[in-house]
Structures are given as structure tokens and as C-alpha cells.
């Protein structure tokens, strides 16, 4: 269904279409409903859940990421504590505050990323699908396993 000649938000001038539910995979109509053709081939592709980082490679890289923080929070907590000079509310507590504020980062970027791909889907499965996902699950899991590690340290 073909409609007259316009300039559009895109800033093609180029013939309307109609950008149906059925177009973007939806049950719901799409809030935009007049698009050019190059713009309505955007929202169909954008509208199908491919997912461009495989479960086998999130698997293969999760515990890499998690060694890496693990390992970082570790080395700077031990040297934290090998340090010479005193400090004003103790070793123990600024530890407790690295990997809490490590573990918190974490769930936020987690929360940034799922809600943001969540919104569009409405499939968790598929939201967990991409490297920031993974990236904050690890620095969640590294915060908390460094902090019971620390236990060890000071």
C-alpha cells in the first residue's frame, strides 16, 4: 500500500508505507505507522531475535572473565593490605567497599542491559544473549567470590 511523496524523519524523501504488527513481528501496532521502504526494511530486521553471540562463546568466555576480575580484585586487595601506612576505617572496610561497589557495578550494568534489550523483546532468554550481559555477570560473581577470598588476606 503505496502513499504519497514525503520527507520523513530519516530525512529521505522517499514513498510512505505502512509498518504494520505483523511487519515487526508484534501483536500490538508499532507506534510508528508510516515509514519509507528502506526504513520499514530496518524495523523488520531489527524485530527478528538473531542472536550474534553464540551460548557456546558466552560459556567459553564467562569464566575467563570471571578468573580476570577474580584475579584483579584479589591483586589489589593484597596489595591494599601490604601496604606500610595505616589507614582511617581499617583495611578490611575499604575491601568490603571495592567489592561490593564491584559486585553493585555489576548489577547495574546488568540491569542497563536487560532492560534495554528486554524492552524491545520481551525474551529473557534472547536478553542474555550479548557480551555486555555477560561482562556484568562476571563482575558480579567476581566481587562476591573476591570478598569471601579477602577473608583469607587480611
Known amino acids: 500500500m ?11 524523501k522517499a514513498t510512505l508505507v505502512k509498518l504494520t504488527a505483523d511487519d515487526i513481528q508484534r501483536v500490538h501496532p508499532p507506534p510508528i505507522s508510516m515509514v519509507c521502504t528502506e526504513c520499514r526494511e530496518k524495523y523488520r530486521s ?3 531475535l538473531e ?19 577474580f584475579s584483579l580484585l584479589v591483586l589489589f586487595s593484597d596489595l591494599l593490605s601490604s601496604l606500610p601506612i595505616s589507614l582511617p576505617l581499617g583495611t578490611s572496610r575499604i575491601l568490603f567497599f571495592l567489592m561490593a561497589a564491584t559486585s553493585l557495578t555489576g548489577l547495574k550494568m546488568a ?30 560473581l567476581s566481587g562476591i567470590l573476591a570478598e569471601r577470598a579477602t577473608i583469607f588476606l587480611v
Open 2 to 12: 503505496k502513499f504519497s511523496w514525503s520527507v520523513l524523519p530519516c530525512g529521505r
Open 46 to 48: 531489527a524485530a527478528r
Open 51 to 69: 542472536v550474534r553471540y553464540p551460548t557456546k562463546t558466552a560459556l567459553l568466555e564467562l569464566p575467563l572473565m570471571i578468573i580476570i576480575g
Open 111 to 140: 540491569y542497563g542491559e536487560l532492560e534495554r534489550r528486554y524492552a524491545i523483546t520481551h525474551n529473557l532468554a534472547w536478553s542474555l544473549h550479548s557480551r555486555t550481559a555477560m561482562l556484568s555477570l562476571s563482575l558480579i
